[in-house]
């Protein structure tokens, strides 16, 4: 009896990592209209309806997703979905006595938004971990950014990139400036609280410094990511 449930359990354990790696493989050509996080914040039975049309990255001005780089994950494209150094850093400035911030890397923030409840708890962290890995080993970098910029939330209900051009400057993403991009970057991290366009100190000061990032940074900071070629069709 006990052999029985042991080998069902590996089957079912099976089973579910095949499930989870051909949904994540599909997910690199198929746009998904919307995400875990989005559904989970409108109300019971309604789905978001502040979403526009999917903007791959490679019609996106160049200054756009460095800014996000800059802000959010500046060894994005260097690491393989975990930013050790980051970590690290985080644990000594806790161990210091400061406070514990945050060390999630853009594709674990895809993994989180796309796939994942809201939480702390050890067991969302480590299927986390393992969506992360799954999207690290079967999407090119240049795809996991274009799903954080056309899913991340930029304001109370306002998802994706062109949502958010047209929703605080009244443009296509296309035509969002090097400043605009840096200011819609900064806004990232609470972006029902904090405003692009009427922003508070430490929201400017956080703006000119990803500006400063993104010149220290430099404009071929992500030419690696873009020979990955994004996506050669979209499914949305």
Partial sequence: MRRRLARALVALFAFLLLLTALIVLLLRWVDPPYSMYMLSQGAPGTVPTLRTTWQPLETLPAHLPLAVVAAEDQR?????GFDWVSIRQAVEQRLDGGSLRGASTISQQ??????????????RKTVEAGFTLAIEALWPKARILEVYLNLAEWGPGVYGIEAAAGYHYGIPARSLSREQAAALAAILPSPRNWSPTSPSESVARRRQWIEQQMHQLGPGWLDP????????AHGS
């Fill in 110 to 123: 895809v993994a989180k938004n796309l796939f994942l409840w809201h939480g702390r708890s050890f067991l």
């Fill in 76 to 80: 994005f494209p260097q690491h393989r």
């Fill in 225 to 232: 990511i873009r020979v990955d070629a994004a996506v050669p």
